[in-house]
């Protein structure tokens, strides 16, 4: 497979593992251990019974006659937003605890944006009985909330961090420097496919089953494994990269990332990581980056907290360079009118990540005989109070 990883975590050029010194042992370990223990028969026996018992998949893949009806093609809408938690998030972080059991973790770091990476966390760290901290922007922790509520009910020590744009960016850096201060009984649960190999890739397959039951779920409906197109919305990416996964080598299928344009491409308020950034090392891996002439991170912005990250994960950046992605872009308006259309077509509040996948309909021009699928990755009530304002204050 052209898209996959080698075995030095490269996709193409993109990759690696850019890590201290001092992480060497942490990653090393998963280097050598994770494909032996998550394709263990016991190991998958437990995954697969969480998903479905304890997660509530498969969720299910919805036409959404009214949305087709407007675009004038058949839309099926993959019901993520349904997963317990309220995001596909979950799907990783039960194959993550499970990893960091068998290799006798017994305290658990993660970082968050949106906060339902950090929900997702807290959550399965409930379930099994591990202590929890979970990183976050001082910023995201004002406008999510309810999030940040969750988390704390489920037991988990939720730690502002107070550097930089205070946002997923800075977090992850404060997470990165508790792994490096507690190498041996701490695993660190990234939440997108970003970071040093092996987690993009191991992400990337914890998520695949998103990508795994749009084949069956499609077959069984309209008689065919493929759509025309699958359309996702791009942050660091991992409800994409699981959308994509078994479609990779279906060139077939157009492969469609949206990513959080904010105020406008060039406004100097965006979080289009395509198309502003340039080939970098951010957070152990070589990416697409925005960054300034001398390689200074470029803050980003995007109304949705999960989007708001200056990087991409290296898969991504591979799909990108190599053109078998289409990226697009949705401006924090967009965005806004995306979800308020899905919300009166199809009585569906959509999280405000998910909504910049589903402008990338606006974007795109079909033609008979195509058929979508858009990941719909999080439900909104984390993004009410957004919402309400953009009501309030006549936006929409």
């Not at 223990?37 to 509530?56: C, R, V, W």
């Not at 949305?67 to 317990?84: A, F, M, T």
């Not at 053109?323 to 959509?350: C, N, Q, V, W």
Request: aromatic content about 8%.
């Amino acid at each position: 497979m052209k898209f996959s990883v080698n075995e030095h975590g490269y996709y193409g050029e993109f990759g690696g593992a850019y890590i201290p010194e001092m992480l060497h042992p942490n990653v090393e370990e998963l280097q050598e251990k994770y494909l032996d223990i998550i394709y263990d028969e016991s190991f998958q026996k437990e995954f697969q019974n969480l998903l479905q018992d304890y997660a509530g998949r498969e969720t299910p893949l919805y036409h959404a006659k009214r949305l087709s009806e407007k675009y004038g093609v058949p839309v099926y809408l993959k019901r993520e937003d349904l997963c317990h938690t309220g995001a596909h998030k979950v799907n990783n972080t039960i194959g993550q605890i499970l990893l960091a059991q068998r290799l006798g973790k017994k305290r658990i770091i993660a970082e968050t944006g949106a906060g339902q990476h950090g929900v997702a966390t807290a959550t399965v760290c409930a379930l099994k009985g591990l202590e929890c901290i979970v990183y976050m922007g001082e910023k995201d922790i004002e406008r999510q909330a309810p999030n940040v509520a969750r988390m704390k009910m489920l037991g988990a020590t939720v730690v502002p961090a107070t550097s930089g744009s205070k946002t997923l960016k800075d977090a992850t850096n404060e997470a990165i420097r508790d792994w490096i201060n507690n190498p041996v009984d701490t695993h660190y649960i990234i939440g997108s496919v970003v970071g040093p190999h092996p987690y993009p890739d191991m992400v990337a397959r914890f998520q695949s089953v998103i990508s795994k039951e749009i084949k069956e779920q499609l077959k069984e409906k309209i008689g065919t494994e493929l759509p025309s197109h699958v359309i996702a919305c791009v942050g660091g990416g991992s409800n994409a990269a699981g959308a994509f996964y078994h479609f990779l080598d279906d060139e077939q299928v157009q492969l469609v990332a949206v990513e959080a344009a904010g105020c406008g491409i060039n406004s100097g308020m965006s979080a289009a990581t395509t198309q502003l950034g340039k080939p970098g090392i951010l957070h152990g891996s070589k990416s697409y980056v925005m960054q300034t002439e001398d390689g200074q991170v470029v803050e980003p912005h995007s109304i949705s907290a999960g989007l708001d990250y200056p990087g991409i994960g290296p898969l991504h950046a591979h799909l990108y360079k190599t053109g078998r992605g289409t990226f697009l872009s949705a401006t924090d308006k967009e965005a806004l009118e995306a979800a308020f259309e899905l919300a009166k077509l199809e009585g569906i509040i959509p999280a405000l990540e998910s909504s910049h996948a589903l402008y990338g309909l606006n974007k795109l021009q079909f033609k008979k005989g195509d058929v979508v699928v858009v990941c719909l990755s999080g439900r909104g009530d984390k993004d009410m109070a957004t919402y309400m304002k953009a009501m309030d204050t006549n936006k929409i």
